[in-house]
């Protein structure tokens, strides 16, 4: 873990816009979604913040909270929307936060990747993904970096959405911390070296 001073950001002072960054975990609210596949943009970004001892507040369309690291304002949200309107929580935030394009880092579950895989992208489609798909509606393009965290596609015909809204099985739970432990070695990565450095030292591991 990169070893930086991270502390809770509360104040309204002027901020370059280049150096805030919204990281948003995509999932649904509720207990008896805590723990599905579908949710894992939540468990990286609860995982992210329990290890560097700091804490969510609900404030309009999501639960959010605020960072520094080493220059860097980190905005971290778990919209409240349910999967299928994120786009509209990550618009209002990135508008009323002057986020660039470019620092806006959405982290999601991706049927199309063995469990566990990571892999980062600039662009690209929605994939079937109804949080990417709106997030695409809202925003008017598929420029955004997205961070796909593979859930496998293993599941009958006809049985998607009861596979990712399922609970994850003990042999994937026994692996999720090393998973999630380079996760937030990820967002770290892209909010200090940046994409291509990111997706070059990370991708496929």
């Not at 990169?2 to 280049?18: A, G, Q, T, V, Y």
């Not at 090393?178 to 496929?204: A, P």
Request: aromatic share 12%.
């Amino acid at each position: 873990m990169i070893k930086c001073l991270i502390r809770l950001f509360k104040s309204k002072e002027n901020i370059d816009p280049m150096k805030k960054f919204l990281i948003v975990g995509l999932g649904n609210i509720g207990d008896k979604y805590e723990n599905t596949r579908h949710n894992i943009g939540f468990k990286i970004l609860d995982y992210y913040s329990a290890s560097h001892d700091f804490e969510f507040k609900t404030d309009k369309l999501g639960d959010l909270a605020y960072y520094k690291i080493k220059g860097r304002t980190l905005i971290f949200l778990k919209p409240s929307t349910y999967m299928n309107l994120s786009g509209k929580a990550i618009k209002y935030w990135m508008a009323k936060e002057k986020i660039p394009l470019e620092n806006l880092l959405v982290i999601t579950d991706d049927l199309n990747l063995p469990f566990g895989t990571l892999r980062l992208k600039g662009k690209g489609s929605d994939g079937g993904h109804n949080g990417l798909k709106d997030t695409q509606d809202k925003l008017q393009t598929t420029k955004y970096s997205r961070f796909r965290f593979g859930i496998s596609n293993d599941f009958s015909k006809g049985r998607q959405v009861d596979y990712v809204l399922a609970n994850w099985t003990d042999e994937e739970n026994n692996q999720l911390k090393e998973r999630l432990e380079l996760s937030t070695k990820i967002i770290d990565s892209f909010v200090l070296s940046g994409l291509k450095i990111t997706m070059n030292n990370y991708n496929g591991k």
